[in-house]
């Protein structure tokens, strides 16, 4: 039990287009999401968390009119890169804790590589 | 696995003293990592130590790296109540399957 799906693993894009990226809870309901990035060789750096029907918490120094995040439901999360630029080519992973199925612990999903080109 | 194995499972210390904890890993190293993490919070990074460095220094953090033995330490000196928290430690930067172990769950006591 207590599975993300991440959405999608990778993605090249344009310069200046945007991107969304999905992480659904698939058997428990998600009450909260982290969303983390990572740059190669470097750690995960926490981005922002966001509770379910709420707005999210960014972390300082992270963008959030950049970052979007919606939570609007106890199943999805999403992130949205608004104009990305090539220094946001990144890894991009979600986790999640719960209710309803959820087994403890904290849940991630399996990443999306983003490349902006 | 970039899973780390931590030790101890759980360590209680009145505020002032130093905590000690432990990882092991099993694979090659890259880097290995630190996160803290508050009660119902997410993870948040402390420090990372990369392979060719033997010991690093942040704040009242230390931490040390012995390849041979496959092993890390993370000392907290001069602990504070805010220092209560799980720790754990994540080896390599990869983009491998991300995973953590349960972590050292520290109280400091005030």
């Known amino acids: 039990g207590a599975v993300v799906s991440q959405h999608p693993s990778w993605v090249i894009c344009k310069s200046g287009t945007s991107v969304k990226i999905e992480c659904r809870s698939l058997d428990f309901q998600a009450t909260t999401m982290f969303w983390y990035r990572q740059f190669p060789k470097q750690s995960l750096m926490l981005m922002a968390t966001s509770n379910e029907g709420s707005k999210a918490t960014y972390e300082q120094g992270v963008e959030k009119d950049k970052f979007l995040i919606n939570h609007a439901s106890l199943t999805l999360s999403t992130l949205t890169v608004t104009s990305a630029h090539p220094e946001d080519s990144s890894f991009y992973i979600c986790s999640a804790t719960g209710q309803g199925g959820w087994s403890g612990g904290y849940t991630f999903g399996s990443g999306t590589r983003l490349t902006v080109v | 696995s970039q899973q780390g194995e931590e030790d101890p499972q759980a360590l209680s210390i009145q505020e002032g003293e130093n905590a000690t904890m432990n990882c092991s890993y099993k694979?090659?190293?890259?880097?290995l990592q630190w996160y803290r993490q508050n009660s119902g919070r997410g993870l948040v990074h402390l420090i990372l130590?990369?392979?060719?460095?033997r010991e690093k220094h942040s704040g009242r953090l230390r931490v040390t790296l012995d390849t041979s033995k496959k092993s890390s330490s993370l000392l907290i000196t001069a602990s504070r109540a805010a220092d209560t928290a799980s720790y754990f430690c994540r080896n390599s930067g990869g983009y491998q399957k991300v995973t953590f172990g349960t972590g050292t769950k520290l109280q400091v006591i005030p």
């Open positions: 130590i990369r392979s060719n460095e």
């Open positions: 694979t090659s190293i890259n880097n």
